[in-house]
């Protein structure tokens, strides 16, 4: 078993940034992919960044330039900075996780961000 908590997520204004980190446990060693997804009231769930164990990553269109997903393998965290947010941002953020021989992803608790004057 995987567990992630997420933090870092608030209140911002449109232009600002905030940096959001997942923190794995338990047996991580399955894990070969981390990410990050948001959901919107009223949307489904969509990709935001994903990062493999060997550091590929993969970003939406719609954060593209603007957001940043990194890892600390020695903390075993995943981080997102996101930078120039607008209030389309606005969601809430889940951490996921793929492991070895798991056919759905371990999911975090979410984490609010909410872009507004």
């Known amino acids: 078993q995987v567990q992630l908590v997420e933090s870092g997520g608030g209140l911002v204004q449109p232009g600002g940034s905030l940096r959001l980190s997942c923190a794995a446990s338990g047996s991580i060693y399955s894990i070969y992919s981390m990410g990050w997804y948001r959901q919107a009231p009223g949307k489904q769930r969509e990709l935001v960044a994903t990062?493999?164990?060997?550091?590929?990553?993969k970003y939406a269109d719609s954060v593209k330039g603007r957001f940043t997903i990194s890892r600390d393998n020695a903390k075993n965290t995943v981080y997102l900075q996101m930078n120039s947010l607008k209030p389309d941002d606005t969601a809430v953020y889940y951490c996921n996780a793929a492991a070895v021989a798991r056919p759905n992803p371990y999911w975090g608790q979410g984490t609010q961000v909410t872009v507004s004057s």
């Open positions: 990062i493999t164990s060997i550091g590929s990553t």
